[in-house]
């Protein structure tokens, strides 16, 4: 029987260190976040390093809040990353552009929904994500309430910790679930145990 348990995505890496273990315990993607604004921000460098540490087996995603074209593309293309995930208001211009580069995760908030799912469906290179209004908060999201308007095919962010991912895969059968707060032990540096445990959730769970 195949896995049906959603992809995981460690995000907030910072550092090769990290990046090796959050591989070792089995994660599917890392994130690299270069917002300005993050508290997890990271150099493109040591995000290049630390791709090249893991392998081609495990997607590198660049995470990027309200920047500019250039930007996104000069920074993903120096950290070498395989796809990028975009935050902010951006224009579907923007989104398509970045697609045409990179596979793109675009980030949007429960308000957005459904019409977000209407406008993304079937693009070529784009697939959705659904996080907090303040990622990396630390907040659950009203699954429940999400139910109805969650578009298949959709990856889930937005508080999940070892604790709670079982039962959001169990409401929303994402296609993927992606964590940052709960997983650490200070902001920036990874808690190998809560790594482990929260893919372990993962993996025991079916959608």
Known sequence: ??????????CGTTSVHDAVLSAQAG???LGFIFAPVSKRLVSPDVAREAGLSV????ARV??????????VLRTAEAARVSAVQLHGSLSETFVRTVADFYPVLRVVRPDELPAAGMRWQDVPGVTLMLDAPQPGGGVPLDWDRLRQT??????????LG???????IRVLRPAGVDAVSHLEARPGVKDLAKVTAFIAAVRASTP
């Open 27 to 29: 994660a599917d993607a």
């Open 150 to 159: 969650f578009p298949p095919g959709t990856w889930l962010a937005g508080g």
């Open 62 to 71: 660049g995470v990027f809040l309200d920047q500019g074209l250039n930007e």
């Open 1 to 10: 029987m195949p896995d049906l348990s959603p992809q995981v995505k460690v």
């Open 55 to 58: 392998g081609p087996a495990v």
């Open 162 to 168: 070892p604790w709670n991912v079982a039962e959001a």
